[in-house]
């Protein structure tokens, strides 16, 4: 999907990511949080992907417990809760679908951020509405930009700490006629008895407080001064202008026109079925939808195709590429 025209991912993500929201089916939500799943560990790779499913895994887990505590529901009472109200097992059911709900939409949403990139987005919106551009673009690469301050502001201070910490050292080493003490160090007796010292570990923790609030804040003013800076740029460049001419690289291909008659036809054929009540399900007061028939399996199926398209292209694209590389 990386491959294809900005209009196509902008369609494609636009359609999937509003299904992920509306369809509220449990055999739609499986699909959809599947199949972000597993597109997510090709994006990403195992170990990064790894790493964001812990997040969304918790937010999901917060979520299905949160909603039976203040959500009560439902005609199937289980049993009472502390406060007097009643544990309804239809309420468990919306948690669990809208825990399930949330974690599709996060992880395509985390799809969308590494493929609609800023020259995409600006090159979509550009011409119609160059400020929401501009906006857009700035807001999906926030979050990236921000890692990789953060990992450079910590490695600096990191090495500032650790330069200081060796000259406290050698000045400590040195007695007061200017000659290098033996031993090192002197080692208080509550350090070698192992005591901690309450005074000392709450300097340590108001300092690594004020470390933690530092980097903050130059993490803050640097993203600040980037952005200014980044917007003078584009005025400086006559973006947004009248009668501004716009380079780019992107051409609207023979794949890109099959993929749009896809999209068109698989989509259009769920958001009929949809309207048709083959995706209908319904949590309040009891809990029922539609079930497995004819029309509605080939509906599921549908979806199904829609979701795993892009997973499938980029498997199809390394097989490819590694019969190509044998071959060769």
Same mark, same amino acid.
């Given at each position: ?20 929201? =509306? ?6 939500? +499986? ?46 009472? +289980? ?9 309804? +097992? ?20 985390? =799809? ?50 650790? =330069? ?100 068109? +036809? ?25 079930? =497995? ?36």
């Amino acid at each position: 999907m990386e491959q294809h025209h900005p209009i196509i991912n902008l369609i494609y993500f636009g359609l999937v990511i509003g299904c992920s929201m =509306i369809f509220l089916h449990p055999v739609c939500l +499986l699909i959809s949080i599947t199949c972000g799943a597993a597109y997510t560990i090709i994006m990403f790779g195992t170990k990064r992907a790894c790493k964001g499913f812990i997040g969304v895994f918790i937010l999901m887990l917060l979520t299905a417990l949160i909603n039976p505590t203040f959500s009560h529901q439902g005609v199937t009472e +289980l049993c009472e809760l502390p406060g007097g109200n009643m544990l309804t +097992l239809e309420s468990i059911f919306f948690g669990i679908g809208a825990a399930f709900m949330l974690g599709a939409t996060l992880l395509w949403f985390r =799809i969308v951020s590494e493929i609609l990139t800023a020259d995409k987005i600006v090159y979509l919106f550009g011409r119609t509405f160059p400020v929401l551009g501009l906006l857009l673009s700035m807001i999906l690469g926030f979050i990236p930009k921000v890692r990789r301050r953060y990992a450079e502001i910590t490695m600096c201070r990191g090495q500032e700490q650790r =330069i200081l910490s060796l000259g406290r050292n050698e000045v400590s080493d040195v007695d007061n006629n200017g000659e290098k003490r033996k031993g090192g160090i002197h080692k208080t007796s509550d350090a070698v008895n192992g005591r901690c010292d309450i005074k000392s570990l709450i300097i340590r923790r108001i300092g690594f407080v004020r470390n933690y609030i530092k980097t903050l804040s130059i993490l803050v003013t640097w993203m600040l001064e980037d952005s200014v800076e980044m917007g003078k740029s584009m005025r400086g460049r006559g973006y947004g202008l009248p009668g501004r001419t716009q380079f780019t690289i992107y051409r609207f291909t023979k794949r890109d026109a099959r993929m749009l008659a896809f999209i068109l +036809l698989v989509g259009g054929y769920v958001i009929i079925g949809s309207a048709r009540g083959a995706l209908s399900w319904y949590y309040y007061p009891v809990t029922y939808g539609a079930g =497995i028939e004819a029309y509605s399996v080939s509906v599921y199926i549908a979806y199904s195709l829609l979701c795993v398209q892009p997973v499938a292209g980029e498997l199809l694209r390394n097989v490819q590429f590694k019969r190509r590389k044998l071959a060769g």
